[in-house]
């Protein structure tokens, strides 16, 4: 039960599925920093109207609408997205891609075969007239 449980938690694909959100989670912290300390403030500062430290927004009934805030949070999926992409998603297609795995994209058709009568072999390209495997002639 263990030895089976092992090999479920030691699988190449779980782990780095958990090294990716650990890294996604660490740069969603930086991230969330950045928008908040910088491009928050900058934000409001757009509002020519409000004094400044008061947010970019208005107030229906007593209750306010943060706008900047909301264009932040926009801001911040953007930035977020793409640093992932670029930190995550390239990376382990570029790895993948060296170990002829396809990743994040359309699937690539493999090229059309045909089997040796001989040996049984279907791994022979279409235009091959002799077999790899036996060197037996295929028609």
Do not use: W
């Not at 479920?8 to 599925?17: H, R």
């Not at 699937?107 to 059309?112: G, S, W």
């Amino acid at each position: 039960m263990f030895k089976g449980f092992k090999s479920f938690l030691l699988q190449g694909e779980l782990i780095v599925i958990a090294v990716g959100l650990v890294v996604a989670l660490a740069f969603s912290t930086l991230i969330q920093a950045f928008t908040n300390n910088i491009i928050t403030p900058l934000v409001d500062s757009f509002q020519s109207s409000n004094p400044p430290g008061q947010p970019l927004g208005f107030s229906i009934h007593n209750q306010f609408i943060n706008i900047g805030a909301f264009i932040s949070a926009i801001i911040y999926f953007v930035i977020f997205l793409t640093v992932v992409y670029f930190a995550l998603v390239v990376p382990y297609r570029a790895y993948m891609a060296k170990h002829g795995v396809t990743v994040f994209g359309q699937p690539v058709v493999p090229a059309p075969t045909k089997s040796c009568p001989q040996c049984l072999s279907a791994d022979l390209p279409v235009a091959a007239t002799r077999c790899l495997h036996c060197a037996s002639v295929v028609s």
